[in-house]
Each structure stands twice: as structure tokens, then as C-alpha cells.
């Protein structure tokens, strides 16, 4: 029972010295999604990525379209022509239908390079003006709420980012 005494007094005389605090952290989230669509610079990023989605798609469809011309004439004249004039026009239709192909995975590439470029310069843009935020509200740790199950709508931040983020890049 002595050793258990003892035992006690040293933990409660360590205790005494160490100051027990309690840590708290400020955790918040955003829709970043929302922030994207709903701020004047993102708006103008998706206007600039959805201009050139549509230019790639009409791009495309319009080759798409010469070739399917080119198939057209072929099935015509696949009776009329001799078997070696049709396997040389067949060919070069296969040739050009690889060429399609190429064309459209090279303007699928390029277009995800510049969505992930612009994207980005989005976040280093918007970065500091988030951080500033988050300092002067003593946030500690800002969640993307796509990845939130449930939490307070007092925790929800995005119309508060989408206000800043507006205001410092109102020019």
C-alpha cells in the first residue's frame, strides 16, 4: 500500500509542475467546387477551358464527318471501281481514320494538360488570399466539403471564400 502512496504523490508532484492544456483547433470546410464556379477568376478559367472543349469537339466532328463522306463515296463506287482501286481507297480511308484517332487523343491530352495548368494558376492565385482568411480567423485546417459527410453550416466557409476571393480580384 506504501509503494501505491508513493506511487501517488510523485504522479500528482509531476502533475502539479505540467500545466494540462487543451488543444483546439479551428477545423472548417468550403465547396471548392462552388468556389471555382462562383468566383469571378474561376468563371473566367471554366469560360476559357469550355471554349476550348468546344473547339476540339467541333474540330473534331467536322473530321469526323469527311471521313464518314469519304466512307459514303467509297460504298458507292465499291461496285463501279476495280478490286485494287477499292483496297488502295479503303486503305487510305484506314489511314486516315488512325490519323483521326491520333489527332483526337493528342487534343484529349493537350486539352487535360491545360485544364490541370489552368487549374493551377487558379490555386496559387487564390491561395494567399484564402491563407490571409484563414489567419485572420485563426483557422487551422480548411476541408474541401466533397470530402465531409456531415458537419455544422456554421463550418461551411464558402460563401465567406467566394466574397474574399471576389473581392481581391475584382479588377
Do not use: C, R, W
Not at 459514303?72 to 486503305?91: F, M, T
Amino acid at each position: 500500500m506504501s509503494q501505491l502512496f508513493k506511487f501517488f504523490l510523485i504522479v500528482l508532484f509531476f502533475l502539479s509542475f505540467f500545466q494540462i492544456s487543451k488543444a483546439e483547433q479551428i477545423l472548417k470546410y468550403a465547396n471548392i467546387d462552388q468556389v471555382i464556379k462562383e468566383t469571378k477568376i474561376g468563371n473566367k478559367m471554366i469560360t476559357k477551358i469550355n471554349e476550348l472543349d468546344q473547339a476540339n469537339i467541333k474540330k473534331l466532328n467536322s473530321y469526323e464527318e469527311e471521313l464518314k463522306s469519304i466512307e459514303n463515296e467509297i460504298k458507292l463506287k465499291k461496285n463501279i471501281i476495280s478490286e485494287q482501286e477499292l483496297e488502295k481507297e479503303v486503305n487510305d480511308l484506314k489511314k486516315k481514320i488512325a490519323d483521326f484517332n491520333k489527332e483526337k487523343n493528342l487534343m484529349v491530352k493537350n486539352f487535360n494538360d491545360i485544364k490541370k495548368k489552368e487549374l493551377k494558376i487558379f490555386f496559387d492565385k487564390i491561395n494567399p488570399v484564402v491563407q490571409n482568411y484563414m489567419n485572420e480567423k485563426s483557422i487551422d485546417i480548411l476541408f474541401n466539403s466533397n470530402h465531409i459527410f456531415m458537419g455544422n453550416k456554421n463550418s461551411d466557409l464558402t460563401k465567406q471564400l467566394i466574397d474574399e476571393i471576389n473581392n481581391k480580384f475584382s479588377n
